[in-house]
């Protein structure tokens, strides 16, 4: 493992453009809950209930249901593990140029990391469904507790929607799309996380190995993508992340302090 690791470190060091991509395993041990497994959402909530055409048809119980799952992923119990803050330190460092990510906590950026696409968007906002303004979520959500449902935007009247791609919606596509560019020029590719099962989180990876990126996967889990993948770390991320990030700048060091 310890070889593993230095020699993907050192291929994130050279990289021109490192690119990493998460999923809901760098935020399980953040405390919270994924949306299929064992104590998933989905085993307490109906999906149907988190669809587009239920948001529309009454938006006012649709946020009164979203509250209990909010109250989950965007409490005050909930903050950046430390494979959030290894992946802020790698950017802030100048190590990785982009972060990808399926999660909608809004996790990587409570961290500090700048550079984050979001592909879900992040239910750390809402926005307005008629003119676009965009909210802070937390004092929309204290609103709705108060009885505000739906609540409606200050400028245009509109309903407040969380700012979070629904069952029955496109992803944004201008995240798609840089996205897509991210893994066609990257040299090496970082997964994290994620079972790459849903779309498109499931082909990014593809793309990028099509385009030479050198594959680095830290999942506890095998993922579908093994077979092309240089470095496959089966480990949990907050253990393995800290690590490789120190190996990053390791490395660093020791290449200065060996010049004349
Ligand atoms: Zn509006």
């Known amino acids: 493992m310890d070889d593993a690791l230095r020699f993907a470190a050192q291929a994130i060091r050279e990289a021109e453009c490192a690119v990493a991509m998460t999923g809901a395993g760098v935020s399980t041990n953040s405390g919270i809950p994924d949306f299929r497994g064992e104590n998933g959402l989905w085993k307490t909530h109906d999906p149907a209930d988190f ?6 048809a009454s938006p006012g119980e649709f946020w009164r249901d979203r509250l209990d799952v909010d109250a989950a992923r965007h409490g005050e119990h909930v903050a950046p593990n430390p494979a959030h803050e290894a992946l802020a330190a790698l950017e802030t460092r100048g190590a990785l140029d982009a ?3 399926q999660n909608i906590d809004g996790l990587h950026t409570k961290a500090g990391s700048e550079h984050v ?5 992040s239910g750390e906002r809402v926005v307005c469904d008629d003119c676009g303004r965009r909210l802070a979520a937390a004092p929309v959500r204290d609103r709705v507790r108060g009885g505000e449902t739906p609540p ?6 509109g309903v407040l929607k969380p700012d979070v791609v629904l069952f029955g919606e496109q992803l944004p596509q201008a995240a798609l799309l840089e996205a897509h560019a991210l893994a066609e020029s990257a040299d090496v590719f970082l997964v994290v996380g994620s079972s790459l099962s849903v779309e498109p989180a499931a082909s990014l990876p593809g793309t990028a190995a099509d385009h030479g990126a050198t594959m680095v ?6 993922t579908p993508l093994s077979g092309r993948v240089e470095y496959d770390f089966r480990a949990d991320a907050t ?5 490789l990030a120190a190996a990053v700048d390791g490395g660093a060091a020791a290449r200065d302090s060996a010049r004349p």
């Open 117 to 121: 696409i979001e592909l879900h968007g």
């Open 99 to 101: 972060l990808i990510t």
């Open 239 to 243: 253990d393995l992340l800290p690590r």
């Open 51 to 56: 669809h587009r055409s239920r948001f529309e």
């Open 152 to 157: 409606r935007c200050a400028d245009c009247g």
């Open 217 to 222: 996967v830290v999942n506890l889990d095998r």
